[in-house]
């Protein structure tokens, strides 16, 4: 085996694990047995990654077949970064479950548990990893099966409700995904991403384009939840486990937003999607009032991780809005958002995850006072929540930076001030949460609260160290985000 | 050392001072010592760039790239000099006054409060040293983060809403319009460095000057231009000290000193005096001036009525940048340094006032000069440079403001410098007069037992008193130091 | 557009529609799982009669056929039909579960028992 299988090795592995720790018995072993295995892809993808930006596209024919007639793994600078994004993020977060999942989840189901986390691992990688449209819509089942499993597996009678809604309006979209492939198929005869481009440019003014260009594009809102699809959102991340709800909204929207560009800018191409398809006209109104509905729905709620997840669709409108701009400086500042949102709303997730473990309950009340008894929780909890607002030297500043700057670019100075009135809005509720941590005292009669255990909080730190690493070495992420911007639009590099 | 380097070791300093703090936390000797060196410290670093500026030289360095051709970079000039020397010296002054002033008042979360404030100080020193707007805008930023726990210190529920307010305007003002204006000059010019004369002359329409001195003008809420002022007053709820050191001093001359920054080195003076439709600013700041002081003549609260003055005092320097030219820019530079030391010693004097007595309002001041003549003589000497009655500080930056509106000729902005003083007069003598002299010969003694403040605070309040002579008997560093900057 | 010759679209349209109006308009969540089907199936049929053509055979190597029905949406069918009922098989695993935590599959009575229990519930 030499290094010119990583590409399917990346997917590979989770999918091979899966069965395997399903056999593990014991907890602890499936849990050490996944966390190996989610290190293991983090080196793989830091191996791509480094390969993709020194030699430019890896192109990895499944079973030797060459495309368009066999499947094509195709990595270039965009899905290798999304890539890394994915396994980064378990990799952080598997170390982290163990305590978080033997709170929250009842124990004979822990390999269970483990398992199905691999699976959607393997979904997500698979989507980002794939140059094939019909794989990415299986790909894109594995992980939302898998989603739903764990989201399910919440604590609360709530969590059943809250997958079996998910359930539904995800299979609603990806059937709206294979409808749109399907009728690409039939005009083009081909599955192959690349392939398809160039064909579909052939017969760009067939109605079947149309209306494949319609379904693909609600397909993929759905499970990237824009407004105003975004309803099966906040009860899921509410009622799953703390740490499965870190791990999708670091991971799972990423994606939805990575196939979004994957189609409108590869597939169909910027002319096309922006030009005779009035997608800029869509997604932009519907982008800014993610950001200020998201942001302004999630000031009025009492449950913290109902708040943090009305607060990611409003996040998920920055990225949304950056695609619907379809210039570099836009792109830049989308695909910049996807991994410093990643970063921010998994390390805040995982916080909670640590109140959660501790206190038992993510209720606004239950911080009062907690600032001083858990001090490293709420200081991360607080660096995340900056971040979202976006104020300086955190990686949120640099996604606004070049999200207003776009605007500006674009003449477009209401988005501008939109933009930025969001952050007001995002400051309000982070405001709401460091003021009942720090200058509210604990409710007399209050349980004696300890600190997390460090297991749980240096996962936590990692994501939010990253953030504000992010924030101030902006050139490692911009650089690569910049380099994907100008691949998306047919830019020279 | 170079003067690089210097620069960097003065921002690490305070940061690292809170560092230590946070270590020794619970440790109280420890946790006084450790401020006090830190401040020094600070202050020796500062000064130690000063030499090298004064001959001319812009230490400079630059740390990381934000975006290609926009770095993260500082650079010493003399305006920034000044705030530096400013800021640091009064942080000494400060620490020994808050020492005694926390344990006299039995205030909680001590170690919070230094540790915000040695960052608040390092904040203002990266907003003295930044080498182009992005940099000032991050330290902007900071500052204002690392002193809302100092506004909300106490935990209750006037606290608590004093700052949300002050949070909300100052971040609301800097986020909607300062940061749009930056990122606008960013995507019109490709530069954000401070350069003499301006880097957008030449480069925008008339029109998206106009709009972006409006942006950046409002955007620096910290200057507390009117309507953006209501953050000053309700900081207020903090304890004396966060009032006198940074609610006189580094927080609103943060504000005044980055107006004055993107007067001389993003727009340029000329720019800004030749500009038709910047007539408003003259406006704006010369109502803020008077509007604010006939609010302060009703407010019994002592700090509000000193906050009032700050909103006050603080549209002279804009004022001076507004009238644009070489004597009022240097009047209005020199008022950042000579406000400073007035105020901070009137808010020193409010404290001491809080500590000895437990009074917070001028009504219940009669008689109180006899019992604390020393506090009650600072505050006269604060009030009477303040008003710019010579021999104290605030006289040659009011001359110089004069002189700067007569080169004009613009007798309307004449006329708001003198009805001004005389409302100075009239908000803050009445006080001294109620101090020492009550009303109706000695009424009720004021509670018994009451003595003069605890000694570390009154050698706090006389620097600073002294201070202000100290700067109308020597302005000659001043001038020097300025110079360059008018072009004099 | 000829609707004879696109019969096989209107079919599939016509399907598609009544799965997707039983998810939206029933309450009941086997109905629901029952309608999502409806509308996947109708989605497999129409990826099916595209890849027929008419006169062909099944796709076999042999001397004596040459007009042949082309395969592969055959095989992806095949994959989707796999996902489809894995879909259906975890969305009754949490009807069940729903069933033994509320005691209901209907979902407006869940809705009226998580209200009644607190707040944070339904958007």
């Known amino acids: 085996m030499n290094a010119g299988h990583l590409p399917i090795l990346q997917v590979a592995l989770p999918l091979i694990a899966a069965p395997l720790c399903v056999l593990l018995r014991r907890p602890a072993f499936a849990w050490a047995f996944t966390t190996l295995v989610s290190w293991a892809l983090l080196a793989m993808s830091i191996l791509l990654l480094i390969r993709v930006m020194a030699d430019g596209v890896i192109s990895y024919r499944l079973g030797g077949w060459a495309p368009p007639f066999g499947i094509e793994y195709r990595l270039d600078a965009v899905n290798c970064f999304v890539i890394l994004v994915i396994s980064a993020v378990a990799a952080v977060v598997t170390p982290y479950m163990r305590q978080s999942v033997a709170r929250e989840i009842t124990a004979p189901r822990h390999n269970l548990f483990y398992g199905v986390y691999l699976l959607a691992l393997t979904g997500l990688l698979g989507i980002a990893a794939t140059g094939d449209a019909f794989n990415i819509y299986v790909f894109m089942e594995i992980s939302s099966l898998a989603s739903y499993v764990l989201i399910g597996l919440g604590s609360s009678r709530r969590a059943r409700a809250a997958a079996f809604q998910y359930l539904i309006m995800g299979t609603i979209g990806a059937t709206f995904l294979l409808i749109g492939i399907g009728l690409l198929y039939m005009m083009t005869g081909t599955l192959n991403l690349a392939d398809l481009s160039l064909r579909v440019a052939e017969v760009p003014d067939m109605r079947p384009i149309y209306a494949a260009f319609a379904f693909i594009t609600i397909g993929v809102l759905i499970k990237l939840a824009l407004f105003p699809l975004h309803i099966w959102l906040p009860n899921a991340y509410t009622h799953a486990p703390s740490a499965v709800s870190a791990f999708l909204a670091a991971s799972a929207t990423k994606v939805g937003a990575y196939v979004l560009l994957r189609f409108v800018f590869t597939l169909f191409g910027p002319e096309f999607s922006f030009e005779r398809m009035p997608l800029m006209e869509i997604l932009m109104p519907l982008s800014l009032i993610a950001i200020l509905v998201g942001s302004g729905v999630a000031i009025f709620q009492h449950d913290l991780k109902r708040l943090f997840a009305y607060s990611s669709i409003g996040q998920i409108g920055y990225i949304a809005l950056g695609i619907s701009f379809a210039s570099t400086s836009g792109l830049t500042g989308a695909i910049v958002h996807i991994f410093n949102h990643a970063m921010m709303k998994g390390g805040i997730f995982l916080a909670l995850g640590c109140m959660m473990y501790r206190t038992g309950s993510v209720e606004l009340s239950a911080l009062h006072g907690l600032g001083r008894r858990m001090p490293f929780t709420m200081a991360a909890l607080i660096i995340g929540g900056l971040g979202l607002v976006g104020v300086p030297l955190t990686s949120g500043f640099v996604s606004k930076w070049y999200l207003v700057q776009a605007a500006l670019e674009a003449d477009l100075w209401p988005v501008a001030l939109l933009i930025l009135l969001g952050s007001l809005v995002a400051l309000i509720y982070v405001g709401r949460v460091i003021e009942a941590a720090y200058f509210r005292p604990p409710p007399p009669g209050a349980p004696a609260v300890r600190e997390a255990p460090w297991q749980m909080l240096i996962p936590t730190w990692i994501l939010l160290a990253a953030s504000l690493y992010f924030g101030v070495h902006t050139d490692i992420t911009v650089s690569v985000a910049e380099r994907g911007a100008e691949m998306l639009l047919g830019l020279p590099a | ?488 | 557009m000829d609707i004879l010759t696109h019969f096989n679209y209107w079919a599939a349209i016509a399907l598609a529609t009544i799965g997707l109006y039983a998810v939206v308009a029933r309450h009941n969540l086997i109905k629901k799982l029952i309608g999502l089907s409806l509308f996947q199936t109708a989605v497999f049929l129409l990826f099916i009669t595209i890849g027929k053509v008419t006169g062909g055979t099944a796709p076999i190597l042999d001397a004596a056929y040459s007009l042949y029905s082309n395969p592969l949406p055959h095989v992806l069918i095949l994959t989707a039909i796999v996902v489809s009922v894995s879909t259906l098989a975890v969305g009754l695993a949490l009807a069940i579960a729903i069933k033994r935590d509320y005691g209901t599959v209907e979902e407006d009575e869940i809705h009226d028992a998580d209200s009644a229990a607190g707040t944070g519930g339904e958007e």
Request: hydrophobic residues 60%; proline residues 5%.
């Open chain 2, 1 to 488: 050392m170079s003067g690089g380097a210097l620069i960097l070791l003065a921002l690490a300093i305070p940061i690292g001072g809170a560092l230590l703090l946070w270590v020794v936390g619970r440790t109280p000797f420890l946790r006084n010592e450790v401020s006090l060196v830190t401040s020094c410290g600070l202050l020796a670093a500062v000064a130690a760039l000063t030499p090298s500026v004064l001959a001319g030289a812009r230490p400079a360095i630059s740390l990381f790239e934000f975006a290609p051709g926009l770095a993260f970079a500082f650079e010493v000039e003399p305006l920034g000099m000044l705030f530096a020397l400013l800021a640091s010296f009064l942080w000494i002054v400060t620490t020994i006054y808050s020492i005694s002033y926390l344990s006299a008042n039995g205030e909680p979360h001590r170690t919070r409060f230094h540790i915000c404030f040695a960052l608040a100080l390092a904040s203002a020193v990266g907003i003295a040293f930044a080498g182009n707007m992005l940099t000032l805008f991050f330290f902007y930023e900071a500052l204002t983060l690392c002193t809302y726990p100092l506004v909300a210190h106490s935990g209750t529920e006037e606290a608590r809403r004093g700052a949300r307010r002050y949070l909300a305007i100052l971040l609301s003002t800097s986020i909607m319009l300062l940061l749009l204006a930056v990122l606008w000059t960013w995507v019109a010019v490709g530069t954000l460095d401070f350069r003499a004369g301006g880097i957008l002359a030449g480069q925008v329409s008339e029109s998206v000057m106009a709009v972006l001195l409006v942006l950046y003008v409002f955007g620096v809420g910290k200057a507390a231009l009117m309507p953006f002022h209501g953050w000053l007053p309700a900081a207020m709820v903090a304890p004396a000290p966060v009032s006198a050191l940074l609610h006189a001093v580094a927080v609103v001359k943060a504000g005044v000193f980055t107006i004055v920054k993107i007067a001389l080195y993003i727009f340029g003076l000329d720019a800004i005096r030749d500009f038709a439709s910047g007539e408003w600013l003259l406006y704006v700041a010369g109502a803020t001036i008077l509007i604010a002081s006939l609010i302060a003549l009703r407010q019994d609260n002592l700090k509000h009525r000193l906050a009032y003055s700050t909103v006050s005092q603080l549209s002279y320097v804009v004022l001076g940048v507004a009238i644009a030219n070489a004597h009022a820019v240097m009047g209005a530079s020199m008022h950042i340094a000579m406000h400073g030391f007035a105020k901070i010693t009137l808010f020193f004097c409010a404290g001491a006032i809080y500590t000895a007595a437990g009074k917070t309002h001028i009504s219940q001041l009669d008689g109180i000069g006899r019992r604390m003549p020393v506090t009650m003589g600072a505050f006269a000497v604060g009030a009477l440079a303040l008003i710019g009655l010579p021999p104290f500080a605030g006289a040659w930056s009011k001359y110089y403001l004069v002189l700067g509106s007569l080169d004009e000729g613009d007798y309307a902005v004449l006329a708001v410098l003198l009805v001004s003083s005389l409302l100075n007069a009239l908000y803050f003598l009445p006080i001294v007069v109620r101090a020492f002299f009550p009303t109706g010969g000695e009424p009720r003694p004021v509670a018994g037992g009451i003595a003069e403040a605890p000694k570390l605070q009154l050698v706090a309040i006389s620097i600073t008193a002294l201070g202000t002579v100290a700067l109308f008997a020597y302005p000659q560093f001043l001038f020097d130091l300025l110079r360059p900057l008018v072009g004099m």
